[in-house]
Nanobody, 123 residues
């Protein structure tokens, strides 16, 4: 399966962006889809995940209430709506997928990764 992420860009603090990630190939491989991010000089961080049945979980408290993960199973696409963006949200955002049916927050649980899309939030 291949994952193609898009939607990143430059936005001012307080603004919004919507990331998308399309998974090609059999939908079996993307039962679980998630978003991670990696800021310069930092480790990759879990942001949010969603199962095929649309159970969701979020990572750091800093994104809860501001970010919303969703998916369109018919399009094999996962979205990350990011509102009230802050400079500390600046990072490369990666989408990931895995055949497992349960939610996962660890990067090593995901078998497939997209190329990343850069989000830059200016102050």
């Amino acid at each position: 399966v291949q994952l193609q992420a898009s939607g990143g860009g430059l936005v001012q603090a307080g603004g919004s962006l919507r990331l998308s990630c399309v998974a090609s190939g059999s939908s079996y491989y993307s039962n679980l889809m998630g978003w991670f991010r990696q800021a310069p000089g930092q480790e990759r961080e879990f942001v949010a995940a969603i199962s095929r049945s649309r159970d969701v979980t979020y990572g750091p408290d800093s994104v809860k209430g501001r970010f919303t993960i969703s998916r369109d199973n018919a399009k094999n696409t996962v979205y990350l709506q990011m509102n009230s963006l802050k400079p500390e949200d600046t990072a490369v955002y990666y989408c990931a997928a895995d055949p497992r049916l349960s939610l996962g927050t660890r990067a090593d649980l995901y078998a497939y990764w997209g190329q990343g899309t850069l989000v830059t939030v200016s102050s």
